[in-house]
Each structure stands twice: as structure tokens, then as C-alpha cells.
């Protein structure tokens, strides 16, 4: 297990048993991106980044994992940080991606590792419920 600095941190958002995967043209991806060197906190970052993004206020949010990921709008793997997003306000605005249930993550072009991360985040939520 390591502690080692993310280049970038995305957020899963989670609501009502899916999760929101942003629109890059034909493809989807995270929300989130660079985690500046100055900046010192990881979830404040995301935060900034999910305020200029989608235009919420995080309130709840959760380290997930981090692995090697490209996000539709960067052109190289980055070491990344994620983080799962309970609550926030106000609503994601409609046109700026979707929301996807187990079956449409499972069926997505979503790389296998964000797949996986999404799947399991859904099934803790189905666990915490159940």
C-alpha cells in the first residue's frame, strides 16, 4: 500500500444505485482532473474541480483507490486518485453526461480498472442498504 501523491483526482458520483460518468464527445469519463503541485489536500482539490466542472458543492466524499487511468481529455496515463461523492447540491446539470446503473457500467467501453472501481462502489452501496 502506498501513499504516494496522485497526479490527478476524479469523483464517483453516487445516486440512487448509479453512478455519473461526464461526457467527452463519444466518450465518457470522470469528472475531476489535475491534482496541482502546490495544492495540498486531494478531496478540496476534487472539490474545485466538481464546482468548475458540474457546477455542485460537495459535501460527503470518500478515498476509493488510485491506479493508472487517461481520462477522455488527456492524452497520457496518470497516476490518479479516486474518490466516491455522497452528497452534493445542487443537481448535476442534465447535458453534462450520464448516469449509469451496474448493467451499463459492466457493458461500457469504460477501461476494465474504472469498471471494476464503479462496480464495487455500487455494491457497498447495495451492501450499506441490504
Wanted: some cysteine; aromatic content about 10%.
Amino acid at each position: 500500500m502506498s501513499d504516494r501523491r496522485p497526479d490527478c483526482v476524479y469523483g464517483i458520483l453516487v445516486k440512487d444505485d448509479r453512478v455519473f460518468v461526464r461526457s467527452f464527445g463519444d466518450e465518457a469519463g470522470l469528472p475531476g482532473g489535475v491534482f496541482r503541485p502546490l495544492a495540498e489536500d486531494r478531496k478540496v482539490e476534487l472539490r474545485a474541480h466538481l464546482w468548475d466542472q458540474l457546477g455542485i458543492e460537495t459535501r460527503a466524499i470518500w478515498a476509493q483507490g488510485a491506479f493508472a487511468y487517461r481520462n477522455p481529455d488527456e492524452r497520457a496515463e496518470r497516476f490518479s486518485g479516486f474518490y466516491s461523492v455522497w452528497e452534493w447540491e445542487p443537481d448535476v446539470p442534465g447535458g453534462a453526461g450520464r448516469w449509469l446503473t451496474s448493467d451499463e457500467v459492466g457493458a461500457s467501453t469504460l477501461p476494465a480498472p474504472v469498471r471494476i472501481l464503479l462496480l464495487s462502489v455500487l455494491a457497498t452501496l447495495a451492501m450499506k442498504t441490504t
